[in-house]
């Protein structure tokens, strides 16, 4: 890669990463608010309800992903990218301004079609302009603006709490801020450039024959089983950590959000990075270091769900958390550049949205069935037992994903 390349590729990192942050921090603050949302609309009514709410903005985000990703590769990452974050940050205003349950069904179902449209054109393109050495540090990189968006999503519960702000102004001030960054956006952020050997290749061109290359790929097919366990705890800690931790431990909704938000992310971060620059060592020795590194932050998984769901103190809980986020970043951070190695470059993007698919429509059932768990006072450690038991086996299947000999290709 010659520098001018190098600084090109880097800079499509640094755009994105405002763009990743608000992609989640949106989704953190309903999570941070929730006992403010649920008390100034009464019709949520019930745990089982504010479930369902979850899960449908992940079933429509699932759907989509498919879609949003087989758009980006078809015709322009760029376009696709700046629009989705245009239209999801008008629909977090319109958020802030939702009167009853049916209408924040109703924006919630729009933000998931509009947000399905950016990770897998994201991912897809940081991966194309990362050629070799630098993708997995790329990708982490990325991941990071997405557990930094987490973490100040944990300090809306101040917000919400402040009688000059409430959760509503927190809506409207990210929503903004999402609208005014898109312009810019769309006059920086660059397409990666055509590469000379796989560009002038055949294409896959028509979305069925895109999703039976995809289907038949047995080494995909084990990477989107293995994308998807582990995300059903994953979500169930982004979504319901903070009411858990307000419940088991009598503390603040200000309180618990941080204590549930910001110390998983920081390790998290940490762990992007660490997992990242591991990864791409270890790839100058053998094809399969990626898979090796994303399998021990995988292994980290175990024992932290077996403590969270185990925890007696608070401070036990966050210590686990951590051990837990060090994981899920070295993890999150390998997916696309193991993708990478299993698929060609012209379907990264439709492929990471299947996998988005199976393991976002999973990670909604996962939310509605913890909110029904919470209601019958199922105990949290029979829960978290279950989603250790997943991330062991999730371990085993990265293990068995064989990469495809691709010469010179991106």
């Given at each position: 890669?010659?520098?001018?390349?190098?600084?090109?590729?880097?800079?499509?990192?640094?755009?994105?990463?405002?763009?990743?942050?608000?992609?989640?921090?949106?989704?953190?603050?309903?999570?941070?608010?929730?006992?403010?949302?649920?008390?100034?609309?009464?019709?949520?009514?019930?745990?089982?309800?504010?479930?369902?709410?979850?899960?449908?903005?992940?079933?429509?985000?699932?759907?989509?992903?498919?879609?949003?990703?087989?758009?980006?590769?078809?015709?322009?990452?760029?376009?696709?990218?700046?629009?989705?974050?245009?239209?999801?940050?008008?629909?977090?205003?319109?958020?802030?301004?939702?009167?009853?349950?049916?209408?924040?069904?109703?924006?919630?179902?729009?933000?998931?079609?509009?947000?399905?449209?950016?990770?897998?054109?994201?991912?897809?393109?940081?991966?194309?302009?990362?050629?070799?050495?630098?993708?997995?540090?790329?990708?982490?990189?990325?991941?990071?603006?997405?557990?930094?968006?987490?973490?100040?999503?944990?300090?809306?519960?101040?917000?919400?709490?402040?009688?000059?702000?409430?959760?509503?102004?927190?809506?409207?001030?990210?929503?903004?801020?999402?609208?005014?960054?898109?312009?810019?956006?769309?006059?920086?952020?660059?397409?990666?450039?055509?590469?000379?050997?796989?560009?002038?290749?055949?294409?896959?061109?028509?979305?069925?024959?895109?999703?039976?290359?995809?289907?038949?790929?047995?080494?995909?097919?084990?990477?989107?089983?293995?994308?998807?366990?582990?995300?059903?705890?994953?979500?169930?800690?982004?979504?319901?950590?903070?009411?858990?931790?307000?419940?088991?431990?009598?503390?603040?909704?200000?309180?618990?959000?941080?204590?549930?938000?910001?110390?998983?992310?920081?390790?998290?971060?940490?762990?992007?990075?660490?997992?990242?620059?591991?990864?791409?060592?270890?790839?100058?020795?053998?094809?399969?270091?990626?898979?090796?590194?994303?399998?021990?932050?995988?292994?980290?998984?175990?024992?932290?769900?077996?403590?969270?769901?185990?925890?007696?103190?608070?401070?036990v809980a966050i210590a686990f958390l951590v051990l837990f986020?060090?994981?899920?970043?070295?993890?999150?951070?390998?997916?696309?550049?193991?993708?990478?190695?299993?698929?060609?470059?012209?379907?990264?993007?439709?492929?990471?949205g299947v996998m988005n698919l199976v393991s976002i429509s999973?990670?909604?059932?996962?939310?509605?069935?913890?909110?029904?768990?919470?209601?019958?006072?199922?105990?949290?450690?029979?829960?978290?037992?279950?989603?250790?038991?997943?991330?062991?086996?999730?371990?085993?299947?990265?293990?068995?994903?064989?990469?495809?000999?691709?010469?010179?290709?991106?």
């Amino acid at each position: 890669m010659t520098p001018t390349a190098s600084r090109t590729a880097w800079l499509v990192v640094a755009l994105l990463f405002p763009v990743a942050l608000l992609n989640y921090l949106d989704r953190q603050m309903l999570a941070a608010m929730k006992y403010s949302v649920m008390g100034d609309i009464p019709s949520i009514g019930t745990e089982a309800n504010w479930g369902m709410m979850l899960g449908q903005f992940k079933w429509v985000y699932a759907i989509l992903s498919p879609v949003g990703g087989y758009v980006a590769d078809r015709f322009s990452r760029r376009y696709t990218i700046c629009a989705s974050l245009f239209v999801w940050s008008v629909v977090t205003w319109w958020t802030g301004h939702v009167k009853s349950y049916d209408e924040l069904l109703l924006a919630r179902s729009l933000m998931g079609v509009s947000e399905a449209f950016y990770i897998p054109a994201a991912l897809a393109l940081i991966a194309n302009h990362h050629i070799g050495e630098t993708r997995s540090r790329a990708v982490g990189f990325h991941q990071m603006g997405i557990y930094v968006g987490i973490m100040i999503g944990g300090f809306s519960g101040y917000a919400a709490d402040a009688p000059g702000l409430g959760w509503r102004w927190a809506f409207d001030l990210t929503g903004a801020a999402g609208v005014l960054y898109a312009v810019p956006l769309l006059f920086l952020l660059r397409d990666a450039p055509k590469h000379p050997t796989t560009d002038d290749a055949p294409r896959t061109t028509g979305f069925g024959d895109a999703a039976k290359e995809l289907l038949t790929n047995r080494s995909f097919i084990l990477l989107a089983l293995y994308f998807t366990l582990p995300a059903l705890a994953g979500w169930v800690v982004k979504d319901w950590m903070p009411a858990i931790l307000k419940d088991k431990f009598a503390i603040g909704q200000g309180e618990a959000g941080v204590s549930a938000t910001l110390y998983v992310n920081l390790a998290s971060l940490i762990g992007a990075v660490a997992g990242g620059w591991l990864a791409d060592r270890w790839m100058r020795r053998s094809e399969r270091g990626r898979i090796y590194t994303s399998a021990l932050g995988m292994s980290l998984l175990i024992p932290s769900l077996f403590g969270v769901g185990n925890s007696g103190t608070l401070a036990v809980a966050i210590a686990f958390l951590v051990l837990f986020g060090l994981g899920w970043g070295t993890f999150d951070c390998n997916n696309m550049p193991i993708l990478s190695q299993v698929v060609r470059p012209e379907l990264r993007a439709t492929g990471y949205g299947v996998m988005n698919l199976v393991s976002i429509s999973c990670g909604g059932f996962a939310d509605v069935a913890f909110g029904a768990l919470r209601d019958r006072q199922v105990p949290l450690n029979m829960i978290f037992g279950v989603f250790a038991s997943t991330a062991m086996l999730s371990v085993i299947l990265v293990l068995l994903i064989r990469p495809r000999k691709m010469q010179n290709e991106p």
